[in-house]
């Protein structure tokens, strides 16, 4: 993303889908570099404690202009800045929630809307006895008002916790009221290919998978170095 | 991995860590196609559903050893096959679950390890009504049996569900008492870098940031052409 002068209009570039996600990790990264009071890094160290070459790291950056400066490294603070505006971190995106069970519990409960730049304004559920009730200062109100609730407020992304079943009756209300993005926790896949509106699938499998990979690596490693002993 | 003719031997070669994250993408859509009904693949139309270019599809799996066949593509079911062994699918690795709440009892309900080709064995928790319950099949055992039970029990994989500042707690008697791989839900930041354990993070942020990435983009995009009408 280059911003030209002329304030508020942005310039967007066509970024790969690779760069896109490492970006996240990058924030994450510069997080604990600041906490632990780290001012100055250099695409060499950065690169080492993600696993990526400098090159690669210096290709990344430069996707969104100029960041750091030959031989003196990046800025930690102006670069956590930056990424965190291409992100979209600092647009103040009004998501809600539809369905309050242990997904959606667990997300009031553990994860933070706010550290990414999200305002929760409010969860959706079937559940009387749920219905009308505050979590964490969030209104849990009946999935009945959800259609006059996305008429009366404009919100950028629905987080959608529902059982299986009712997923795909759910996203096609949502897409009829001007949802534009769903953070898709279901398992379910919710569109079809070139569909309009942006999916997010948290794809739990990914991560267990890969950690299965290391397992297995580690576990063979172990046995070849048994073997020769 | 290439496995030598020797049987049961494997040779490992090093793979970056971006290929390994990939073969998860790689099993999905192989099962969608599957689902589909499709049996072969080219690299070039692999490479277009999950926005990769051929060359990087051709380059990802020739670090596994030869799979497809020049200008014949790829067998959707062997690949897929291949790819799940490379993943240790195969292995039936045990897990055990360490927290059944909110996060806990929604991977119990929704997830299945079964498909990832895991065993969740046990679940633990502290809570007294749930001890000595069953949640879909697995026993929920007291928290203070957990050492005994690893004693007993080879487990390769923690699911990692507690609240945070129980998390450093249980994660140091998880290693005192050998297990090797954490799958973390806790958001904390569990070991050192270079500590021996492995632990995967499940970092919702990521995904969310990048959502919030792809609507700033589009929004950016649709202020840009409602500027030039």
Same mark, same amino acid.
Not at 117 to 121: D, F, K, R, S, Y
Not at 188 to 194: S, V
């Given at each position: 993303m280059l911003r030209t002068e002329e304030y508020g209009k942005v310039k967007r570039i066509k970024v790969s889908n690779n760069v896109i996600r490492r970006l996240p990790r990058y924030l994450r990264k510069l997080d604990e570099l600041q906490e632990s009071g780290i001012n100055r890094v250099s695409s060499f160290e950065l690169g080492q404690q993600l696993g990526l070459t400098p090159s690669q790291i210096r290709q990344d950056f430069s996707c969104f202009g100029e960041f750091g400066q030959q031989g003196y490294g990046y800025n930690v603070a102006a670069l956590r800045e930056q990424i965190s505006v291409i992100l979209g971190m600092d647009r103040g995106y009004r998501a809600i929630l539809i369905g309050a069970g242990n997904i959606g519990h667990a997300l009031m409960d553990n994860f933070s809307f706010q550290q990414c730049?999200? *305002?929760?304004?409010a969860a959706f559920d079937v559940k009387e006895s749920l219905i009308g009730t505050l979590f964490h200062g969030v209104p849990i109100l009946s999935m009945d008002s959800l259609e006059d609730y996305l008429k009366k407020n404009p919100v950028a992304i629905a987080v959608l916790a529902v059982p299986k079943e009712a997923a795909l009756n759910v996203t096609k209300t949502l897409i009829e009221n001007g949802i534009e993005a769903i953070w898709n926790f #279901? =398992?379910? *896949?919710? #569109? *079809?290919? =070139?569909?309009p509106i942006l999916v997010e699938n948290v794809h739990f499998s990914d991560s267990l998978l890969s950690l299965s990979y290391f397992v297995s690596e580690r576990m063979d490693e172990n046995a070849a170095r048994s073997a020769q002993e």
């Open positions: 730049g999200v *305002e929760l304004a #279901t =398992n379910m *896949e919710l #569109t *079809e290919p =070139n569909s």
